[in-house]
Every structure is written in structure tokens, then in C-alpha cells.
């Protein structure tokens, strides 16, 4: 079975532009998280989409925002981008019911310049 | 709001010792998770603990969890170079799917 795929995997944008990353998750996985990871902060939850809603948003400003699409797939939005948005933008998926794993994809490398 | 408590941050070990790794979480939560990362790499699965008292073991990496004192462990046996790694603890909020992570540890093993 293929694992969370997530493109791109390196960026590079210049402050004040937008970006869009994109996470497909394991086949049959509904349930899609997104993290963002930097050396300062951590790893801190963004949100996460469960069929094509949102069920929980972290504390980021409303320029980080997402969606999810039927087939699961979800993309994050990030706007008027900073350079303290420059992270690594993990991407999760799990399973409906049972199995409580969280599965992670390989990141997506933003850097903001 | 749920805090994740883990340590220590960094942790040097020769090779063939022992060592544990600790992290606390604050409230109550109905699961537990271990994750390793490698340099530049994203987060590789270890364990999933959900009830008190449990107990992983995969090769020389062993994960308990005490839901009373809300502390969890990660202990290292006979460390070798392979292990070389940051690993995380995250805590799972109830009812959804947020995670809490640790500040992680980065693990040396020195030959």
C-alpha cells in the first residue's frame, strides 16, 4: 500500500506571496492532519479534515488555511507568506475507526525569502 | 490546554548503555505515540500507547505508559550507532485527532 505522498518537497517563495501544498493520503484514509515543524516552535497541529470538513484548527492566523477534497486528497493554503512561515509542512493520515496510528508523509520544505 | 513535557532535550550515549526517555503530559489524553526522525527526514512511527500499563517493545527500544502519573517512557537498550535519531512523545487530545508533540530528544550514540 502507497504511504502519504506530499508535493512538492522543496519551495521557495518570496515574502508576500502565496503557496499551496498539496497531501494525498493513504488509500481508504480519511482523516488528513497538517503540522508545521521549525527549530523554534517545533511541531505544532495546523488543522485537520475528515470528509471535506474541518473538525480542528490549531492557533496559526487565518492566512494558513485548507481544504479537503472528495477523494481525500487535501491541499493547505498559506497567503502573505512571512519568513517565520518557512518550516517543514508535515503531512498525516489515518485510518477510520481501530487502528489509532497517525500516519506521516515525507514534508514538504518551505523556504521563505 | 494540553502541555507535552519531554527529556532531556539532548542525550549523549556511548554504545552498549542504557538510557531512558521521559515525557509527561498534563491532562488526560487516551493515547500515546513515539516517533523517530532522522536529519532533513519526516517522522517515523515507533509506538502507539492507548491504555495504562502498556508496554512496546521493538528490538532495543521499549515504550510504557502510565496514565495516572501521565508519564510515559522510552528506554534504550545496549545503544547502538543506528539509533541515532531525535524521537518524539505527542499526545493525543480526546475526541479528535490533534496531536501535542514533545520538544524531542536528540540521541548520539557514540561508538
Known amino acids: 500500500k502507497a504511504g502519504v505522498t506530499q508535493t512538492p518537497r522543496y519551495l521557495i517563495k518570496t515574502r508576500g506571496q502565496q503557496v499551496t501544498l498539496s497531501c494525498s493520503p493513504i488509500s481508504g484514509h480519511r482523516s488528513v492532519s497538517w503540522y508545521q515543524q521549525t527549530p523554534g516552535q517545533g511541531l505544532q497541529f495546523l488543522f485537520e479534515?475528515?470528509?471535506?470538513?474541518?473538525?480542528n484548527k490549531g492557533n496559526f492566523p487565518g492566512r494558513f488555511s485548507g481544504r479537503q477534497f472528495s477523494n481525500s486528497r487535501s491541499e493547505m493554503n498559506v497567503s502573505t507568506l512571512e519568513l517565520g512561515d518557512s518550516a517543514l509542512y508535515l503531512c498525516?493520515?489515518?485510518?477510520?475507526?481501530?487502528?489509532?496510528?497517525?500516519?506521516f508523509g515525507p514534508g514538504t520544505r518551505l523556504t521563505v525569502t | 490546554e494540553l502541555k507535552v513535557e519531554q527529556n532531556p532535550l539532548f542525550l549523549s550515549m556511548q554504545e552498549g548503555k542504557n538510557y531512558t526517555i521521559y515525557c509527561n503530559y498534563s491532562?488526560?489524553?487516551?493515547?500515546l505515540y513515539w516517533y523517530r526522525q532522522d536529519p532533513g527526514k519526516s517522522l517515523e512511527s515507533l509506538f502507539v500507547l492507548l491504555s495504562n500499563g502498556a508496554v512496546k517493545q521493538e528490538g532495543r527500544l521499549m515504550a510504557s505508559l502510565d496514565t495516572k502519573a501521565r508519564l510515559s517512557t522510552l528506554h534504550i537498550t545496549a545503544a547502538v550507532h543506528d539509533l541515532s535519531a531525535t524521537y518524539f512523545c505527542a499526545v493525543g487530545d480526546f475526541g479528535n485527532e490533534k496531536l501535542t508533540f514533545g520538544t524531542g530528544t536528540r540521541l548520539t550514540i557514540i561508538p
Open positions: 498525516a493520515s489515518r485510518p477510520t475507526g481501530g487502528d489509532s496510528e497517525q500516519y
Open positions: 479534515y475528515f470528509s471535506e470538513t474541518q473538525r
Open positions: 491532562t488526560t489524553s487516551d493515547r
